[in-house]
């Protein structure tokens, strides 16, 4: 089954809108695990507008002090700067995510082209890997080569993390065939040289199902914008569990 990372970037934007400790993060992650999900999606910025620096190192004190049998898995993504680097060496989360976006974007929105980056690639990766259990590469199926796959086999990269906001956007229209088959080709060919699959960007619980049915080699899913949206109308607990069903049922 697809599990499903929570990002909780956006509990930490409402958080800051008042400058206090309301909602409290870690009493929002420690909810977040009870109810079901099965890892932690954080995406750092340098000017903290959402997750601060401190977050992200007090997400990992929760996570280390539950019991073995109730942990869950912590994703960092964020771009590869000297910050960020050091950030995964004191932590070593179980997986790395490194995105492309340049500090003023106001979410991710593009993939690395592996080929024409290889040289900053190999050496973060280098320098991470002995950190983490596993590095994912965010990439757009639309701009993805087999030049770039082979490239991220070469420095070893684990797994690709599909972005997925053209899938989105073509979902319930006449696109959606054509477009699925593109994701559907650059799952395939990653698979084909041991590089396993996420995926995450405007997924949600319309969406989600039919994913994960038609790509099913999808290990993971990281959702946190549309997730809190939703939670608004029906409520934290029963949203997540609705995409634990979605996410089984594919």
Same mark, same amino acid.
């Given at each position: 089954?697809?599990?499903?990372?929570?990002?909780?970037?956006?509990?930490?934007?409402? /958080?800051?809108?008042?400058?206090?400790?309301?909602?409290?993060?870690?009493?929002?992650?420690?909810?977040?695990?009870?109810?079901?999900?099965?890892?932690?999606?954080?995406?750092?910025?340098?000017?903290?507008?959402?997750?601060?620096?401190?977050?992200?190192?007090?997400?990992?004190?929760?996570?280390?002090?539950?019991?073995?049998?109730?942990?869950?898995?912590?994703?960092?993504?964020? %771009?590869?700067?000297?910050?960020? !680097?050091?950030? !995964?060496?004191? !932590?070593? &989360?179980?997986?790395?995510?490194?995105?492309?976006? &340049?500090?003023?974007?106001?979410?991710?929105?593009?993939?690395?082209?592996? %080929? #024409?980056?290889? #040289?900053?690639?190999?050496?973060?990766?280098?320098? !991470?890997?002995?950190?983490?259990?596993?590095?994912?590469?965010?990439?757009?199926?639309? #701009?993805?080569?087999?030049?770039?796959?082979?490239?991220?086999?070469?420095?070893?990269?684990?797994?690709?993390?599909?972005?997925?906001?053209? %899938?989105?956007?073509?979902?319930?229209?006449?696109?959606?065939?054509?477009?699925?088959?593109?994701?559907?080709?650059?799952?395939?060919?990653?698979? /084909?040289?041991?590089?396993?699959?996420?995926?995450?960007?405007?997924?949600?619980?319309?969406?989600?199902?039919?994913?994960?049915?038609?790509? &099913?080699?999808?290990?993971?899913?990281?959702?946190?914008?549309?997730?809190?949206?939703?939670?608004?109308?029906?409520?934290?607990? &029963?949203?997540?569990?609705? %995409?634990?069903?979605?996410?089984?049922?594919?």
């Amino acid at each position: 089954m697809t599990k499903l990372s929570v990002n909780v970037n956006k509990i930490a934007t409402l /958080r800051n809108a008042r400058g206090g400790n309301m909602p409290n993060l870690i009493q929002v992650c420690k909810d977040i695990i009870s109810y079901g999900a099965q890892g932690i999606t954080v995406h750092p910025r340098p000017d903290e507008r959402h997750i601060k620096k401190q977050d992200v190192y007090d997400i990992n004190d929760l996570l280390q002090s539950l019991p073995e049998a109730e942990r869950v898995e912590f994703n960092i993504e964020g %771009y590869p700067s000297q910050d960020y !680097i050091q950030m !995964i060496k004191d !932590i070593t &989360p179980e997986q790395c995510t490194l995105v492309p976006d &340049p500090p003023d974007v106001i979410t991710s929105n593009a993939g690395w082209k592996a %080929y #024409d980056n290889k #040289d900053i690639l190999t050496e973060v990766v280098n320098k !991470i890997k002995p950190h983490t259990k596993r590095v994912s590469v965010f990439i757009d199926p639309y #701009d993805f080569s087999e030049q770039d796959l082979q490239t991220l086999v070469e420095i070893g990269v684990d797994r690709i993390e599909l972005y997925t906001e053209k %899938y989105a956007q073509d979902f319930n229209t006449k696109d959606i065939e054509p477009t699925i088959k593109v994701y559907k080709k650059a799952a395939v060919l990653a698979s /084909r040289k041991s590089i396993e699959i996420n995926a995450g960007h405007d997924l949600n619980l319309k969406n989600i199902n039919y994913l994960v049915s038609e790509i &099913p080699e999808i290990k993971e899913v990281s959702i946190g914008h549309a997730l809190i949206c939703e939670s608004l109308y029906d409520g934290l607990k &029963p949203v997540i569990q609705n %995409y634990l069903k979605e996410l089984k049922s594919s």
